[in-house]
């Protein structure tokens, strides 16, 4: 079992750069790959980023690529997801989750409660 927390967001203006970070609980954290993913008001959730149980490999959302990078710390059980370039259009709660399969874009095991991330134009 892991548990996880996001932290990180918050209010950016446009162009700018916020780092969400998800801390999760459990010797067993490098077992797991993580993902994060994105639901903004009145839409479905949507896949952002995965990243492999050991780092070495990244998936991301089309739309994402080249803004938001997914990164982890496997000493500090944390994942990370750099996302520069904010546009309004990715005001959202962000949640990160784990899961034992690579790559995945759909169905995780486990979820955190999510951040707010609003970007103002």
């Known amino acids: 079992q892991v548990q996880l927390v996001e932290s990180g967001g918050g209010l950016v203006q446009a162009g700018g750069s916020l780092r969400l970070s998800c801390a999760a609980s459990?010797?067993?954290?490098?077992?797991?790959?993580m993902g994060w993913f994105r639901q903004a008001p009145g839409k479905e959730r949507e896949f952002v980023a995965a990243?492999?149980?050991?780092?070495?490999?990244?998936y991301y959302a089309d739309s994402m690529k080249g803004r938001f990078t997914i990164s982890r710390d496997n000493a500090k059980n944390t994942v990370y997801l750099q996302m520069n370039s904010l546009k309004p259009e990715d005001t959202a709660v962000y949640y990160c989750?784990?899961?034992?399969?690579?790559?995945?874009?759909?169905?995780?095991?486990?979820w955190g409660q999510g951040t707010q991330v609003t970007v103002s134009s």
């Open positions: 990243i492999s149980w050991s780092g070495t490999s990244t």
């Open positions: 989750a784990a899961d034992l399969n690579y790559p995945n874009v759909h169905e995780y095991d486990h």
């Open positions: 459990g010797r067993t954290f490098s077992y797991y790959a």
